[in-house]
C-alpha cells in the first residue's frame, strides 16, 4: 500500500519515486515475517513437550493429539526454514493455507480431541494477528469469519455430543467471534498505520539524503567561501573557495581544523568571537596572510545557526568573498558598459577629426610664419595621437569578431619577426637599442601576419617607452618552448612594476601612463586568444654588455602549425 504524500517535494515525484518501489516491502515487514514464523515454530515445540510431557506421566493415553502437535511443529519449522518473506495475498491462497490455515486447522483438531478439558481458543490469536499484519484487511476478516464458523461448529459438536448448557457453549462462540474480529479490525488499522508512518519516513529520508546532497554541490561549486565554526574556533566544514582563500586547498573537505591554530587567522577567530558573543550578523573586512602569500583582503559576513531543541550548541556560518574579485567583476561591469560607449563615441569623433587633420594641412601649406607653422605642427601631432586612441577603441570591436573569421595562413615566424623589427627600428631610429635572435630552424605558426605585427609592435612600444637608451636594452627571441609550441619574447631592461599595474596589466583601458588609451595589451591579448595562443608577463634576467641584467619580458606562446594540424585532424577524427 502507497500512502499519499502529504505535500508535494520540489525535488519532484521522478526523482523520488524510483526508490519508494524498494520501500513496497520493507525490512520491518521482513521481521515481522519471521518473528511469526518463529513464534508459530516454538509454540509448535511447547504443545509438543506439553503433550509428550502429559503421555510420559500417564495421564493420557491417546497419542494423537502428541501426532497434532508434531506435525505442526514440523509444518511450521518448514515454512520458517525454506520460505521467504512474502505479503499474503488478498484471497485464501497457497501461502495462507500454509500457515494460517494449517495453525487453524491444527488449534481446531487439538480443541476437537482434548474435548473441555483444555481450552485452545486462546492459542486463535496467532493466526488472526498473522492475516492482519502480515495481509490485507479483507484477508483479516475472511479469516476471522471462519474462525467464527469453527467456533460455532464446535458448539455445536458438544451440544451433540451430551447434555449440558448449549447456550453457554453458543455464547462462548460468539464473543470469541466478535473477538477476532475486532482484534482484526485493530490490528489491521494498526498495521496500515504503522506502514503509512515508515513509507513517509523513508520518503523523508530520501528526500533528505536528495537534499544533503544538492546543498552540499551547491556549496562545492560557490565562488563564496564558506566556514562552519563552532564556539571553540574548531572548522568543521569548509568549501573548496574558503579553502582556497586561506591558503590550504590541500586540506581534505572533511578534515576540521582550528582558527586559533594559525597566526594568519586571527582576524577571522576575532570575528568569530564577537559573532557569539553579540549574537547578531556581523560583517567585516578582514585582513589575513595566508602562508607564503600575501595579504589577501577578504569580505566577511557571519550568521550564527538557530539553536535546536536538546542542543544548546550553536555554530557560526561564515561567508568569506575576495574583495579583489569583487573589484574585478565591479571593473568587469564598468568595462564592458564604457567600451560600448567609446566605440559609439569613437564612430562619432572619426569624421570631425578628418575634417580638423584636413583642414590643418591646407592651412599649412599657405602659412610662412615659422610660429604658425609651429602651432599646426602642434595640430597635426595631437590629431594622429587622438586618431590612433580611435583607431585602438574600434580595433577592440574588431578583435572580438576574430573567432568568428576565417582561419590563419601557415606563418614563417623567423622571416615575420625580423621583417617587423626592422620596418619598426627604422620608424623609430632605435638600431643601436634593438636586438633580435631568431630561432634555427623553420618555426611555421598559424598567425595573421597582421595582426601578428599588431602584437609585435605594440610590445616593442611599450618596452621603448620605459626602456633606457643603452646598447640592447630591447631583445627579441624566437624559440622553441615545447615539441608543439614555440615562443617569441620582447625582453627590456625597464623597471620593475608595481604589484597593482602587473595585476591589470591586460585589461581593457586601464594604464599607467595618461597619454596612453590602456587597450594596447588587451588588444594583443585578444589577439592571440583568437589564434590559439597564449601571452604572458614576468621578470626575466638577460645578458646585456656581457652582464646579467633584470627585466620585464612579454612572452607570447604560439602553437605550431604541426600542433595545430595534428589538433585540426584530431577534431575531423572525432
Not at 500512502?3 to 513496497?24: H, M, T
Not at 502428541?66 to 521467504?84: H, T
Not at 481458543?121 to 483479516?140: C, D, N
Amino acid at each position: 500500500m502507497k500512502p499519499p504524500l502529504d505535500a508535494p517535494s520540489w525535488f519532484g515525484p521522478s526523482l523520488l519515486e524510483p526508490s519508494l518501489e524498494q520501500v513496497d516491502r520493507p525490512e520491518e515487514f521482513e521481521r515481522l515475517w519471521r518473528g511469526f514464523m518463529t513464534a508459530r515454530a516454538t509454540l509448535g515445540a511447547v504443545l509438543l513437550l506439553l503433550q509428550g510431557s502429559i503421555l510420559l506421566l500417564g495421564t493420557a493415553q491417546d497419542s494423537t493429539l502428541l501426532l497434532i502437535c508434531g506435525g505442526y511443529f514440523f509444518a511450521a519449522l518448514a515454512v520458517r526454514l525454506m520460505a521467504r518473506p512474502r505479503q499474503l495475498g488478498r484471497t485464501f491462497d497457497l501461502q495462507w493455507l500454509s500457515t494460517i490455515g494449517v495453525d487453524m486447522l491444527a488449534f481446531s483438531a487439538l480443541q476437537l480431541v482434548q474435548g473441555s478439558s483444555i481450552n485452545y481458543a486462546p492459542l486463535f490469536a496467532l493466526p488472526i494477528l498473522m492475516a492482519s499484519i502480515l495481509g490485507s484487511l479483507l484477508v483479516a476478516m475472511g479469516t476471522a469469519a471462519g474462525m467464527t464458523l469453527l467456533l460455532f461448529a464446535y458448539a455445536t459438536w458438544m451440544s451433540i455430543q451430551g447434555p449440558g448448557d448449549v447456550t453457554a457453549h453458543f455464547l462462548q462462540a460468539a464473543l470469541t467471534g466478535a473477538g477476532c474480529f475486532a482484534i482484526s479490525f485493530l490490528a489491521s488499522q494498526i498495521a496500515t498505520r504503522l506502514v503509512n508512518v515508515e513509507l513517509r519516513a523513508h520518503r523523508s529520508q530520501l528526500a533528505a539524503r536528495v537534499q544533503r546532497r544538492v546543498n552540499e554541490l551547491v556549496i562545492e561549486s560557490l565562488t563564496e567561501g564558506i566556514l562552519v565554526v563552532d564556539p571553540r574556533g574548531i572548522v568543521r566544514a569548509a568549501n573548496p573557495a574558503a579553502r582556497q582563500l586561506m591558503g590550504f586547498g590541500g586540506v581534505a573537505r572533511n578534515n576540521s581544523f582550528n582558527l586559533g591554530a594559525m597566526v594568519e587567522w586571527q582576524g577571522l577567530l576575532d570575528l568569530m568571537q564577537r559573532s557569539f558573543s553579540g549574537n547578531a550578523v556581523q560583517p567585516a573586512d578582514v585582513t589575513i596572510h595566508p602562508a607564503g602569500q600575501g595579504p589577501r583582503h577578504i569580505q566577511v559576513r557571519t550568521q550564527l545557526t538557530a539553536a535546536q531543541a536538546g542542543d544548546d550548541e550553536q555554530l557560526c556560518v561564515m561567508f568569506l568573498q575576495d574583495q579583489r574579485e569583487m573589484q574585478a567583476r565591479i571593473r568587469t561591469e564598468r568595462l564592458a558598459s564604457m567600451g560600448r560607449m567609446s566605440t559609439a563615441v569613437a564612430h562619432e569623433i572619426r569624421n570631425p577629426l578628418a575634417a580638423i587633420a584636413q583642414a590643418n594641412a591646407l592651412l599649412d601649406e599657405e602659412l610662412v610664419d615659422p610660429k604658425h607653422k609651429q602651432l599646426t605642427r602642434m595640430v597635426e601631432q595631437n590629431a594622429k595621437r587622438l586618431d590612433k586612441i580611435v583607431e585602438d577603441v574600434l580595433n577592440v570591436s574588431r578583435v572580438q569578431r576574430l573567432q568568428a573569421g576565417p582561419a590563419a595562413a601557415a606563418l614563417d615566424l623567423n622571416e615575420s619577426v625580423e621583417r617587423i623589427c626592422r620596418d619598426w627600428q627604422s620608424q623609430t631610429a632605435s638600431e643601436h637599442q634593438l636586438s633580435v635572435e631568431l630561432s634555427a630552424g623553420l618555426v611555421e605558426v598559424t598567425f595573421e601576419s597582421e595582426h601578428l605585427r599588431r602584437v609585435l609592435v605594440n610590445l616593442l612600444d611599450n618596452a621603448r617607452r620605459y626602456a633606457s637608451h643603452q646598447l640592447n636594452t630591447i631583445q627579441v627571441q624566437v624559440g622553441p618552448s615545447t615539441p608543439e609550441h614555440c615562443a617569441l619574447s620582447v625582453w627590456s631592461d625597464g623597471q620593475p612594476m608595481d604589484q597593482s599595474v602587473e595585476r591589470h596589466l591586460f585589461e581593457p583601458f586601464f594604464s599607467s601612463d595618461s597619454r596612453s588609451s590602456g587597450l594596447g595589451l588587451y588588444i594583443c591579448r585578444e589577439l592571440c586568444e583568437g589564434h590559439g595562443a597564449a601571452i604572458g608577463y614576468s621578470r626575466a634576467r638577460r645578458n646585456m654588455a656581457g652582464k646579467p641584467v633584470d627585466g620585464n619580458e612579454f612572452r607570447v606562446t604560439l602553437r605550431t602549425r604541426f600542433a595545430t594540424r595534428n589538433s585540426q585532424s584530431a577534431v575531423h577524427h572525432t
